[in-house]
C-alpha cells in the first residue's frame, strides 16, 4: 500500500489510541467526538486489512501488525510537527507549557527542591508533572512524546539519548548510637557484622534489595516500605540498617541523626543519568530544560 492512500488523520488517531488503549480517551486528547474517532479506527482496519486494536478487560490492545507500524507513524508524525513549529519559539518567563518527567520516589527526593526553586525564579508558569514510569517503555515514551525526560540509574532503559550527570554509591545507613557504632572510631564493618544486622528495604527500589541478596543477607530483612518516604523516620527509631545510595543518605534530616557506613557492598559506583529521545531534542523548549538540568545536576565531565 502507497502512504498516499492513507489520510494523515487517521494515523494520528491510531496513534493516540495506540498511547492511551482507549477510543473515548483517544477522542478526548484529538478533541474530535467518540463515533468519529471509532470511524477513524475502522477505515484504518480496512485500509490496512488488520484489525489494529482487539478491545480487552484492560482496553484496547494492538495487534501485531498496530506494533510493527507505530513506531514509523510516531516517527514521521513527530518529523511532521517538528516541521510545521521550527519557528515556534519558547520563552520560558511566559511559558505555561506541560513538562512531564520519569523519576521515582528517590528521585523525586534529589530532583526537585532544586529543579522547582530554579524554574520558580526562570519559568514561573511552567508545569511540571512527575511519575514513575515501567523501564520497558521509558524509550518508547519518550520517542512518542508522552515523556519529556527520564532522570536516574535506568541500566535496561536503551536506545535512547543518554547524559551522566553524576556518580554515586551505596551506603548503610543506620541510627546514631546504634550497636554496631559501639567503640567505633571508624565507619567500617566487618562481613560477618553485616550478616548480624536487621534490615528495611524500600520496594520501588529494587536494587537494594538486589544488594542483600548478593550479600546472602535476605533473610534479615525484617520490613518492607513502599516509599523511601517512611525509611528515615524508621531507621532512626530502631535498629534497623538501610542500604541506600549516598545522595539520598545525605539528605535525610537531622543530620546528626544518623551515620553512614561504607562497607565493601556488591555493587560498584553506578551513574545517575538524563535520557530523552533525538527526536524531540531539537524543540526550543527542551533544549532549554535540558541545560537547566544539566547545570543544577551535571558533575561528570
Keep these: 500500500m502507497n502512504s498516499q492512500d492513507i489520510d494523515l488523520n487517521l494515523l494520528r488517531v491510531f496513534e493516540a489510541v495506540y498511547r492511551v488503549r482507549s477510543i473515548s480517551r483517544a477522542a478526548a486528547l484529538l478533541g474530535l467526538s467518540q463515533p468519529a474517532t471509532s470511524h477513524a479506527v475502522t477505515r484504518l482496519r480496512l485500509a490496512l486489512r488488520d484489525p489494529l486494536f482487539i478491545r480487552s478487560a484492560t482496553g484496547m490492545q494492538p495487534t501485531e501488525r498496530a506494533e510493527r507500524l507505530v513506531p514509523s507513524v510516531q516517527a514521521a508524525l513527530a518529523q511532521l510537527d517538528l516541521g510545521l513549529n521550527d519557528d515556534d519559539t519558547f520563552d520560558p518567563r511566559t511559558s505555561a507549557a506541560e513538562v512531564r518527567l520519569h523519576l521515582t520516589d528517590i528521585g523525586e527526593r534529589r530532583f526537585l527542591p532544586r529543579l522547582m ?28 512524546g508522552q515523556l519529556h525526560f527520564a532522570i536516574g540509574y535506568l541500566p535496561g532503559v536503551i536506545g535512547t539519548a543518554k547524559l551522566d550527570l553524576f556518580t554515586d554509591r551505596y551506603v548503610l545507613l543506620v541510627r546514631e548510637g546504634h550497636p554496631l557504632l559501639a567503640g567505633r572510631s571508624r565507619q567500617r564493618v566487618t562481613a560477618v557484622q553485616l550478616n548480624r544486622l536487621n534490615y528495611i528495604t524500600v520496594h520501588s527500589h529494587a536494587q537494594t534489595t538486589r544488594i542483600l541478596e548478593k550479600m546472602g543477607v535476605e533473610h534479615r530483612v525484617r520490613l518492607e516500605v513502599s516509599h523511601f518516604l517512611a525509611l528515615a523516620a524508621t531507621v532512626r527509631a530502631s535498629e534497623l540498617a538501610a542500604v541506600v545510595p549516598r545522595e539520598v543518605a545525605n539528605s535525610f534530616e537531622p543530620k546528626d541523626s544518623f551515620r553512614l557506613i561504607e562497607p565493601v557492598l556488591p555493587t560498584p559506583e553506578f551513574s545517575v543519568s538524563l535520557h530523552w529521545s533525538r527526536r524531540h531534542e531539537q524543540i526550543p523548549m527542551m533544549r532549554w530544560l535540558k541545560a537547566l538540568i544539566v547545570e543544577l545536576f551535571g558533575t561528570v565531565r
Design 117 to 144: 526553586g530554579a524554574l520558580h525564579e526562570r519559568a514561573p508558569a511552567l508545569r511540571v508533572i512527575t511519575r514513575t514510569w515501567n523501564s520497558d517503555v521509558i524509550a518508547a515514551s519518550l520517542l512518542s
